[in-house]
């Protein structure tokens, strides 16, 4: 070793002092660093993935969990040991989203196919822009999205996979504004006149955020009124349409959303789409969260209408757990609409002189430039399961929350905020103490303060995590939401018990 040195020190080549011969990173090293840590997430994160005597969140206060983890960057690296130990610090004091009973958010569990996906596409550090760098990716995107626009109605169209359901809204009003005039690609928003969008009271937030970051205003952001479902009623709409125009403003985009984030809502598509084609607006419809009900024979009946969409918001990272992120914006527009909005003819990227067919570089119409490949998750996933695989997860999960609305229904103290019609079940648990009070200002104030109390012993206790909200009006109430194929009835009785449990001395 020491000749091996010194040969190397009478052959280097310096420049500015800096020895360039040779690699200057220890591949034996990082290879051992990586087996090993690999040996640890399998033991400490998959193997344990269904095990509901493992905790779902090991709490620690935020100041608490600075002094473990260590946060403080060196100016030397710290030993093999001791990173091995941090990766075990962040797997323990990190929530489990794969645990049966994490019910927090609208995505959960484990797709072991999706997980290798992602395990191959991160060592292979790909961008998807051009077909000289990223080959698989791009052809794998194209019969992802080909397959997605089968099952919206379409006879053909175009898409992008993007970062979030919220960048897909971003991208669909966007490019409506486009279609409504393309010379605000060129000339700006000064010569525009006042424009205006149609959306739900129930939408998700993001409508608000894209307005505001497009510069069309959130004032500009016109909320129809739902019903006592969450659906957007249409005839509202019509009124909305013909207020904005009698304003002199320029109506152009309806929103509809199937899934609404709380309640699980589907407007009546239909309907919304009638309006749109009568008075010319586009229609985008945010399915991030029911976007996967098309793949069932029983439930896409909740989309019924969504083929008269031109654009579609959809996230398989959600009902069937490609891993987040994996999100779709789909668009019935094939003649290149999608790419004459978003193109910007970066010479040194997307050149038409090169030595296959430039079409395939599909890059110049994002808005990204470095872009993950998201759709490679989900078409491992759907290649191992099949269709049929990814319609039974529908179908057992929409099952499952039936089968705890018909639980809360028997128990004392669950009371339902209304029937659900896809996966979310929203419920108010009464304590003992508050079953005897009338319903009048006193008793929703005190109900009000109960998920709060029962959601922070859970978490403490790490039991579970359910999601909690007031909404529309309403004091705080539950919002469980059953995604994942590792939840059994099993878990669905443990969730009511667990409160019963939790809530026992309020």
């Not at 960057?73 to 990173?83: A, C, I, P, V, Y």
Request: contains cysteine; aromatic residues 10%.
């Amino acid at each position: 070793c020491k000749q091996e040195m010194l040969q190397k020190k009478k052959n280097a080549v310096l420049v500015d002092g800096v020895i360039l011969n040779g690699p200057i990173m220890d591949s034996k090293a990082g290879e051992k660093f990586v087996e090993e840590a690999c040996k640890i997430i399998m033991e400490e994160v998959i193997q344990k993935a269904d095990d509901v005597t493992e905790k779902v969140c090991e709490w620690r206060a935020p100041e608490t969990l600075k002094q473990i983890l260590d946060l403080e960057m060196r100016d030397t690296g710290e030993s093999h040991q001791k990173l091995l130990q941090l990766c075990r610090d962040v797997i323990q004091y990190s929530v489990k989203t794969s645990h049966p009973r994490f019910f927090n958010q609208l995505y959960a569990g484990i797709d072991y196919y999706s997980l290798v996906a992602r395990f191959i596409t991160e060592a292979l550090n790909p961008s998807v822009y051009t077909y000289e760098v990223s080959p698989v990716f791009l052809l794998v995107e194209e019969a992802v999205i080909k397959k997605m626009i089968e099952f919206i109605g379409w006879e053909e169209g175009d898409g992008i996979f993007n970062p979030g359901g919220s960048v897909s809204n971003m991208y669909a009003m966007n490019l409506a504004r486009y279609k409504f005039c393309p010379e605000i690609k060129e000339k700006g928003l000064s010569g525009l006149p006042r424009l205006v969008l149609f959306t739900s009271e129930e939408c998700h937030y993001s409508m608000k955020k894209a307005a505001s970051f497009l510069g069309i205003g959130t004032e500009n952001v016109y909320f129809i009124k739902t019903d006592e479902r969450g659906k957007m009623i249409p005839e509202e709409l019509e009124k909305q349409v013909q207020r904005a125009r009698k304003e002199g403003s320029a109506p152009f985009l309806v929103c509809a959303t199937a899934g609404t984030t709380v309640l699980g809502a589907f407007d009546p598509l239909d309907k919304i789409a009638d309006i749109c084609e009568k008075h010319g607006l586009w229609l985008h419809v945010d399915a991030s969260w029911g976007g996967s009900a098309l793949l069932s024979r029983k439930h896409c009946r909740l989309l019924h209408g969504i083929h008269r969409a031109d654009s579609v918001a959809w996230n398989p990272h959600k009902m069937l757990l490609a891993g987040i992120q994996c999100c779709a914006l789909l668009v019935k527009d094939n003649s290149g609409l999608l790419k004459n909005c978003y193109s910007a003819k970066a010479a040194y990227l997307f050149q038409q002189d090169k030595f296959y067919d430039v079409s395939y570089d599909t890059g110049d119409k994002s808005i990204q430039c470095s872009r993950r490949p998201d759709a490679f998750k989900f078409w491992l996933m759907w290649k191992a399961l099949g269709t049929t695989g990814l319609e039974e997860r529908v179908n057992r999960a929409l099952a499952l929350a039936r089968y705890l609305v018909e639980e809360i229904k028997k128990r004392e103290g669950f009371q339902l905020l209304l029937e659900p019609e896809y996966a979310n079940v929203c419920f108010w648990y009464i304590p003992p103490s508050l079953r005897e009070m009338e319903g009048g200002p006193e008793f929703w104030q005190k109900l009000h303060q109960v998920a709060p109390i029962i959601k922070e012993r859970m978490m403490k206790k790490g039991s579970m995590m359910l999601g909690y909200q007031p909404h529309q009006g309403k004091v705080n109430f539950f919002r469980q939401v059953v995604i994942s194929p590792q939840v059994s009835r099993e878990d669905m009785d443990f969730l009511l018990d667990e409160i019963e449990l939790l809530a026992k001395d309020l």
